[in-house]
Structure formats: C-alpha cells, structure tokens
C-alpha cells in the first residue's frame, strides 16, 4: 500500500463508509492540491462485482503461499472454505447453497483477500 493510504482512506465495507464521504474526500483532497498545483490528475476505476469473480480455491492457494504462519493461513483458509449461505423470505428460508466463489464481502480481510489473490 503507497505510504499514502491507509485503512482511513477505505470507505468500501467500512460501517461509516458511502460512495457520497469518497467523493467528498476526493473533492477536498483536489481542492488541496490545486492550491499549490496547477493539474491534478485523477484515476478512478470502478471495480463492480470484483469479488464475486475470484473463486475461493484461488484465494486459499495465494494465500499458502505467502510467508506467514501456517497457523495463520490454516485460520483464513478455514474461515474462507466452504461457505453457506440461505435467504429468509416471508418466513420461509430457501435451500443452503455452497459459495465457492467470491471473497467474504463486509469483512475486515475481504479488500485484502482480493489484493493477495491479484498478487
């Protein structure tokens, strides 16, 4: 991660975060540099269903293969292998389905699952 950022600078899956305090940290961030630039150059890439497109195995195999405790990696692995998942609608609950893609979406290490993965 740049020197520059850091978890504050995340307003996906963070309870406090919204598309509309990003942009208003982006407006206030531009405001301050064209105080003593001339251009600022902004790049924004949008990255919609980015974690439903990596599949869990591929996770689990990036994620063995960083050097951290295998205590560590078996933890994450368990935490991210064979997941389930069910729909309460109107009082009836639909059948359990596997989910054997996609990082664990408003948890702390889904961002950072997909950036291992990306590696």
Do not use: C
């Not at 990003?22 to 902004?42: F, G, M, N, P, W």
């Not at 205590?71 to 059948?95: A, E």
């Not at 990082?103 to 702390?108: E, P, T």
């Amino acid at each position: 991660m740049p020197p520059s950022m850091s978890h504050v600078d995340q307003y996906a899956f963070r309870p406090t975060g919204s598309t509309t305090a990003a942009l208003v940290s982006v407006q206030h961030k531009t405001t301050q540099l064209l105080k003593e630039h001339k251009y600022v150059l902004i790049i924004s890439i949008h990255y919609t269903k980015a974690f439903d497109s990596i599949r869990t195995d591929a996770v689990t195999g990036a994620l063995s293969k960083l050097d951290m405790p295998d205590s560590i990696t078996n933890w994450l692995i368990v935490y991210l292998d064979n997941r389930q998942h069910y729909t309460i609608f109107q009082g009836q609950r639909s059948w359990l389905a596997v989910i054997n893609a996609s990082v664990v979406q408003g948890s702390v290490i889904g961002p950072s699952d997909f950036i291992v993965y990306h590696r």
